[in-house]
């Protein structure tokens, strides 16, 4: 089973920044897929950024210009750098693995962007 930890969730203002952090623990499958999804009030969860085993980047059409998807592989980490932040992207923000074998889900890191 893989653990998932985020972190970097914070109060911002419109415009402003942040970088937030998925720490895995456990043993990675060489075939996965990571991401990044985000819950608000009263909304279903969606998908926000997508990243798999072999590179690919899936985002949702909200976050294209203005976020990105990263890892690193030997920190086993996965990353969301969020830029122009708009105060509809205030939401919980969860990190999910996905293999064959697992589907797991850190326990989320409040992004809330006002001024």
């Known amino acids: 089973q893989v653990q998932l930890v985020e972190s970097g969730g914070d109060l911002v203002q419109p415009g402003g920044s942040l970088r937030l952090s998925c720490a895995a623990s456990?043993?990675?499958?060489?075939?996965?897929?990571m991401g990044w999804y985000r819950q608000a009030p009263e909304k279903e969860r969606e998908l926000v950024a997508q990243?798999?085993?072999?590179?690919?980047?899936t985002y949702a059409d909200s976050a294209k210009g203005r976020f990105t998807i990263s890892r690193d592989n030997a920190k086993k980490t996965l990353y969301l750098q969020m830029n122009s932040l708009k105060p509809e992207d205030t939401a919980v923000y969860y990190c999910?693995?996905?293999?064959?074998?697992?589907?797991?889900w850190g326990q989320g890191t409040q992004v809330t962007v006002s001024s």
């Open positions: 456990g043993v990675i499958s060489s075939i996965y897929s």
């Open positions: 990243l798999t085993s072999f590179g690919l980047t």
């Open positions: 999910n693995y996905r293999s064959t074998m697992n589907n797991s």
